[in-house]
């Protein structure tokens, strides 16, 4: 679905990115791991415009193709922005709107969906994630692990081709966690496309997979979960698993 080659990126004389290599397929989860700093999130948030790499190529399968390189066109942006939505840590809702309003913002006012199909999705994907009963709740009502819910309804309600997750549970406190990561599981199996910051290790573990390990703007190791979690190339990536696991 996305050959990602040579994204390479500069904060002032910092450069966080120094040519980050992968592919995602169809259907297919990827986590990202590695210690703070290390330059995931920045990755995360280049594959869908929210940051412009200083070079580097994105290629979906069905377009856009994004060269870095030069100045990027706005419709391509456009297309960009278009083909994946993203869910933060803390979810970003619409504090003086309700659950419902919140979910079919972006299809109605970015996507043009009519109101009536919108609000029908909306209530279908409220009702998979257990949540039918809060439609019309403000967020303030919630409890965090309902509000998160309420974020990935609102990335689902999208029809993204591909889903990004910034360390969804790291806001968390943690009896909550358990069931976003569920939700995450029950659309891992439904076979959405997903890409996921984590610090859950033992769901990376479960769920991804292809795990990549971060470490100082590369990824210096990358396998199946299983080949990665218990035999650890590098040393750096031992220690990290050690240290989190
Ligand atoms: P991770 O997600 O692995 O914790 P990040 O991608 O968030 O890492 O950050 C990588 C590096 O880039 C860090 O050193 C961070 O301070 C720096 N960085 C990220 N965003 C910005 C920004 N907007 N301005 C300056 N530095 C940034």
Not at 44 to 52: A, C, K, M, P
Not at 167 to 194: C, F, N, R, Y
Not at 209 to 237: M, N, S
Request: hydrophobic letters at 40%.
């Amino acid at each position: 679905m996305l050959q990602v080659s040579g994204l390479t990126k500069s904060f002032g004389a910092n450069t966080v990115l120094h040519g980050v290599d992968f592919e995602v397929r169809r259907g297919e989860v990827v986590a990202l791991i590695g210690p703070s700093g290390s330059g995931k999130t920045t990755v995360l948030r280049s594959l869908n415009g929210l940051e412009t790499p200083d070079r580097g190529r994105l290629e979906f399968a069905d377009g856009p193709s994004v060269d870095f390189t030069s100045p990027v066109p706005k419709a391509t942006r456009t297309q960009l922005r278009d083909r994946s939505a993203m869910v933060f840590q803390h979810h970003n809702l619409f504090p003086h709107r309700t659950v419902l309003q919140n979910v079919i913002e972006g299809p109605v006012h970015a996507h043009k969906v009519p109101k009536a199909e919108a609000m029908a999705r909306a209530e279908a994907l409220l009702d998979r994630v257990g949540l039918s009963d809060k439609r019309d709740a403000f967020p303030f009502q919630l409890s965090g692990g309902q509000q998160q819910r309420v974020g990935i309804v609102r990335a689902l309600a999208l029809q993204p081709s591909l889903l990004l997750f910034d360390e969804p549970t790291s806001a968390l406190d943690s009896e909550l966690v358990g069931e976003v990561l569920l939700v995450l599981k029950e659309l891992a199996e439904e076979g959405w496309t997903m890409v996921i910051v984590t610090h859950e290790l033992a769901f990376a573990r479960q769920v991804a997979d292809e795990v990549l390990f971060f470490d100082d703007g590369v990824i210096l190791e990358r396998g199946a979960p299983k080949d990665l979690f218990t035999h650890p190339q590098h040393v750096r990536t031992r220690r990290f698993i050690d240290r989190i696991l």
